[in-house]
C-alpha cells in the first residue's frame, strides 16, 4: 500500500497542531493544560505530523482529536484501544494516541483497557482522570473515593476504585506512568518518554474537572502542599521528597514507610533507588500503592518502562515470516486449492 | 442373498447419524467429497449438538449429517431421506422419522443393548418388536465387524472401536459405488504423524466395503451418474470457506491488505479459521477480547486504509450495532457478517434461522441505513463477500452480509471463477489535494474520500457526532443533520442503480409469485420448478440484496396476483415488502431450527393456488 509520507519541509511548531475548531471545555478545566503539554511535546518527537492520530472514546476529554491538527479519530464509548488498535495493526508506521477519561476507561471501556495493555501495542494511552463522570454532569466513577456525594449517589457511592496504575501493571503494562495537570514541565517529560517507548505506554494524568469535582487533586498541585504530598520518580535516583527535601521512602518488608532524613536515624542509602527498567513489576506495584495511604506521598512520573514484544509489530513479523516460508500468496493457486475436477 | 440389480437412481438422500463421538461429520463431509469428485451434485445439511460433549448415547448428543447427491442441478440437502444409518439408539430415534418409507435403515446393531436401549429411553427394542417394519431394516453388527478387520494392527479396543464410523462409510461406498481412493488419501493426510491409526481407519473403511462384498447383505446396489453442470473446473466448497475465499480474492484485486476482527462464536467462527491461514496473502486476523473490540478494530483498521471485516453470529451482531452506526456516520468501508443463528439470546446455537434481517436493517439508534446483501447458498458466499466489499469501498459505507448456519455449514460444487473475470475493486480515493474537505462527495455515488492516516496534508478528524457536509467540522445545526441523515440514505438508495433488471425465474406475471431471500433458495427454487412442470402459473424472484431493495421489484410484484415470501422467521421480509410495496404478502413462516422442505413450501403454493390447474377462483 502506497502512502504518502513527505518529509515535513520545516520544523514543526506547536501551532502546527493547533486545529481551527474552537476549543470548548469548561474554563478552568484541567484539559487545557494537557493539551497545550501534549501540542508543545509533539514537535519534538521527531515524528511527520501525519503520522500521527489520536483516538478518543466519550466524555468532556475525548474531544480531544478534535484539537489537533493530526489525524482524529472520535469514536464511541470505552472502545478507543480497540479502535487504535486496529489502526496500529493497519499501519505500525503511525504514532497513534489514544485519549480517555477515566469513566471511558475503567467503566465501561474496562475490557479493551486491560487488552490493549495485555497485548503491549504500541500505542500512548493517556488517562485524564478527574474523578468524576464530566460530560454525563457529574455521576461518580470508577475512582471516585468511597463515600462520594453525586447526583447519582446522594448518600455516597459505596463502591471501592480502581487504581488506574494498578489495573494496568496488573494487565501487564510496560510503561506506566502517572502526572498532573498544573505540572507542564513534568508532564512534557512524562509524554517524552512515552513517545520513546515501543508498547503501550500509559499515563494516568490527574485532571480537575472544575465544575464536578473541583479541587479533588489540590493536595498534590498546589505550591504549598505539593511537595509534601508528591514524590518524583526518577530513574537511578532515591525516593526523596518534601519541600525542603527532607524525607524519603524506604521499605519495611513489603510496606513502603516516609522516614526523615533529619533527625539522624536513617539517610539517603536507606532509601529505595528507582529503577524503571526492572523486569519485576513489584515495586512498580508498591509504589502504586502509596496512592491510597494518606502516610505517603503520591508518586509521580515514570513508573515502569520495559522492553516487551508489541502486538502489532509480532503481526507484521508473523505475516513477513509466513511469506517467506510459504511464498507470497497467489489467488489463483488459493481458488484452485484442493480436489478439483472437470466437467466438459 | 445375492445383489439382485444395480439400481440408477437420480438422486438419494443419505443420513448419517450417531453420537457426536462417533465422527459422523467427518464421514459425512468424505462422502460428500467424493460425491463432488465423482462428478454429482451435491447438498449438505450437517446437524450437530450445541454441547461439545453431551453424555454418550443420549438424544442430547446425537450428531447428524444429511448429504443429497444428484444426478441433475439440485439445490436442497434433501426433503425426505432414503437411506439412514444409525450407529446408535439415540441416533435412530431422533432420526427415523425422516426417512422415506421402505427407505434403507442400516443401523449398528450391537449398540441395541440394554444399556443403549436405556440412553435413549426406548422400552422396548426397536429392532424386534416390529416397529421398523416399514423399512429395509439391516442390522449390522459394525463394532464387531470393525474389530475383526483391525484385529492385526495391535490397537486398544478403544481406538479400534472409533475406527467404526470408516466401517460404516465403507458400507456406504459399497452400496453407492463410489471410489475410496480420495477418503484414503484424507485419512493418509489427517493421520500423516499417526501411521497406525490411518492404517487402521483404512482398514476399517475397506473393512465396511468388503463387508458389503462378502455377505452380500444388501438386496440393491445403487448408481447415481454425474451430474450435468456447467462446464468448468470445480471444487467441493462450504459456505462460511467460501466467505473467506471471497474477502482474500476482493483484497487481491484491490491490491489492499485485509484486516479481519472477530471473536469466536457458532456458527461463524470458521470463517475466522479458515482465514488464519492466509497470512501469506497479507491476511491480518484478530482475534478481539470481544465482539465491540472485534468491530471496533476493524473499523480503525478500516480509518487507517485496510480493506476491513469483522464477523459473528446473532449475539455478537448484538454488541457491534454501536460501532456499526459509527461506521455509517464517518462513512468508513466495513463488511459485517453475520452468519445468522437460532433464537434470541443464545437460542438454539447450532441451528439456523434467517431471523436477524430486521437486526440488520433497523437495530441500531437513529435513522442508520445500511446496504444488505444476503447468500443463498454456500458456493454464492463467495460473490457474495466479494461484491459486499466492492460496494463497501466503492460507496464509503459499511455493508451486512447475511449468512445463516445452513449456508455457512453446508457445501456444494463451486465452479471456480477466473481471477481475470473478477470484477475490477477500484480504491479510487478521491482526493482533491488543493482543496480537501473529508466529506467532499462525488456526484454520482456521494462518496466521501478515502483519505488515510500517513497522507501528508490531508490531516482531518472523524468522529460519531455529526459533521458539516463537505467540510467535516463538528455540526449541531439542524438543517445540516437532516440533510446528512438524507444523503446518508440516498447514498444507499443509490447503489440500487448498480443492479441489472431483477431476473424473474418463470414468466413475469401470472398467478404467483414467490419472492425468497437468503438459505431458502433451494427449497424455494425446487418446490416452484415443480409447480412449473405441473402447470402453475408460478414464478420466483430470489433478492440478493435486501438494502437497496432493486428498483423494479415494485412492478415486478404488481404483476402478480398473489405474493408467496417462505423465511426461516416470523415474518421479516414480508413486513418490509409489506410496508415498501403497499401489497399483501402471504408469509410462510416457518421456526423450527431447520430449513425448508421443498415439500413444505411446494404444498403453499398449492394451496395459495387451488390444486394443480395453476387457476384460482
Ligand atoms: C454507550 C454509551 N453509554 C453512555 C454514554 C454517556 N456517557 C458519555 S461520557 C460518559 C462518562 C464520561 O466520563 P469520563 O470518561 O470520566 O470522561 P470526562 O467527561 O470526565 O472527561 C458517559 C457515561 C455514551 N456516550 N455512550
Ligand atoms: S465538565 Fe469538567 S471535565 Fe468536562 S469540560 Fe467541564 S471542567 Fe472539564
Redesign the pocket.
Known sequence: MAIETEISPKPLTKSDFESDQEVRWCPGCGDYAILAQVQRTLPDMGIPKEKYVFVSG?????RFPYYMNTYGFHT??GRAPAFATGIKVANPDLSVWVI?????SLS?GGNHFIHAIRRNIDIKYLL?N?R?????KGQY?PTSEIGKITKSTPMGSLEHPFNPLAVALGAGASFVARTLDRDPKAMVEVLKAAGQHRGTAFIEIYQN?IIFNDGAFTQLTEKETKLDNTILLEHGKPLVYGKNKDKGIKLDGFKPVSVSLTDGKHSVNDLLIHDVKSKDPVLAFIYSQMTEDPTLPTPVGVFRAVENNCYDQDVKTQIAFSKEKMGKGNLKDLLHKGDTWIVS | MAVESVLNLEEVTIRLAGDSGDGMQLVGTELTNTSALFGNDVGTLPDYPAEIRAPAGTLAGVSGFQLHIGSFDIHTPGDEVDVLVAMNPAALKANIKALKPNGVLIVNAESFDEKGLKLAAYTANPLEDGSLSGYQLFRVEMSSHTKAALRETGLDFKSMERCKNFFALGMIFWLFNRPMEYTIKFIEDKFSKKPLLAQANILALKGGFAYCEATEAFVNKYEINPAKLAPGKYRNLGGNEAIGLGFVAAAQKAGLELFLGSYPITPASDILHTMAKFKNFGVKTFQAEDEIAAVAASIGAAYAGDIAVTTTSGPGMCLKS?AINLAIMTELPLVIVDVQRAGPSTGLPTKTEQADLLQALYGRNGESPIPIIAASRPADCFEVAYEAIRIAIRYMTPVIVLSDGYIGNGAEPWLIPEVEQLPAINVDRHINKDQFYPYQRTEDTLTRPWAIPGMAGLEHRIGGLEKKNIMGTVNYEPENHEYMCRIRAEKVHRIANEFGPTEISGADSGDLLVLGWGGTYGAIRTAVEHCMKKGMKVSRVHLRWINPLPNDLGDILKRFKHVLIPEINLGQLSKVIRSEYLIDAIGLNKISGLPFNSKEIENKIEAILGGSNGHRN
Open positions: 466519550i466524555g468532556c476529554s475525548s464511541i464509548h480517555s477519561g477515566d469513566g471511558d465501561i485524564f478527574n468524576i463522570y464530566g460530560l454525563t466513577s474537572c | 454501536e
